[in-house]
């Protein structure tokens, strides 16, 4: 267990999570989508740890605003980032298939182009688990800012595709809004109940919510679940003007639906 990668979440701004990844007795970290540096570097001093690498999921100011500061600090860091987006001072471009290897911690990630959040967002893809920046979220899924529905809708079924105990590591923490959509538009769904109590319980105490897993998402996230008859019949009944019940066309639906509440 002593060699196990170890993800710790660091807060950032309103609901972002930065995650450090470290390892037991190993000086070394690497860290997901530095929005800010101040709460890296605060994190880093209490773990006794020193930055050799950043992984960036995509180019948003909340995902990589922390960059120049890391690197005053840390002048041979290197900054993983997707190829296709303007990313500060990135070393290492990435694109789909490409492998990242974390050599002072001894691991590798695979590279996943995600496009509909923006247009070049990458995951993380490790044997258990993922960073998938804006994405998807728990219970829910990030917002079309350069995308179409359709790229997102084929970028967050590519996570089915993953083992159910896949690991999760969403950006923002945003739960317990997502789960009150789920539950609107599955009131019957005994799981989005059942883990609406779990993440109250875990948001009183001031703590993450996150990682998820692929199971519970496809148990919970109404991204996920378009091919499911409750949800379809709900969302038909509050959005009239749906031509058909294709997956794709409930996910549009769904997603702008969400974007007025
Ligand atoms: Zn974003």
Redesign the pocket.
Known sequence: MQNQLQVTPISAFKDNYIWLLHKAHNPHAVVVDPGDAAPVLNALAAHQLTLDAILIT?H?A??QGGISLLKQAFPDLIVYGPAKENITERTHALSEGMRVHLTTLDCAFEVWEIPG??LGHIAYVHSDLVFC??TLFSAGC?RI?EGTPTQLFHSLERFKTLPPHTRLYC?HEYTLSNLKFAQLLEPENQQIIKHQKICEALRAQDLPTLPSTVALELQINPFLRTQENSLIHNTLKYNENISDNHPLSIFTALRAWKNTL
Do not use: L
């Open positions: 995509h948003h909340d995902h959040h923006t920046g804006d990030g800012f950006g």
